[in-house]
Nanobody
């Protein structure tokens, strides 16, 4: 079992920055692909970025060049640095941990943190 706790959300003006953190419990953090997803009102949840156990990274096209995902396996924490924020980045941001166990996908979600970008 993995528990994920996000922090760092808030209200920021367009063009500003925020840094989200996600602290994970458990001793196998480094085995998980860690990701950030977001969900705006009335829209489906979408991938923002993820980082695999080997350090490879994927970004949604909408955030490339503005957001940076990173992980610190010693601290069991994944980060999302968000720069040049836009009103359309407003959403609840969720941390996700994913891996396969005996070939079966297993994933966990955090409770979410609100990010609001004012114009």
């Amino acid at each position: 079992q993995v528990q994920l706790v996000e922090s760092g959300g808030g209200l920021v003006q367009a063009g500003g920055s925020l840094r989200l953190s996600c602290a994970a419990s458990g001793s196998t953090f480094s085995w998980y692909r860690m990701g950030w997803y977001r969900q705006a009102p009335g829209k489906p949840r979408e991938l923002v970025a993820n980082i695999n156990s080997d350090g490879s990274i994927n970004y949604a096209d909408s955030v490339k060049g503005r957001f940076t995902i990173s992980r610190d396996n010693a601290k069991n924490t994944v980060y999302l640095q968000m720069n040049s924020l836009k009103p359309e980045d407003t959403a609840v941001y969720y941390c996700n941990a994913w891996r396969t166990i005996w070939g079966q996908p297993t994933e966990y979600w955090g409770q979410g943190t609100q990010v609001t970008v004012s114009s």
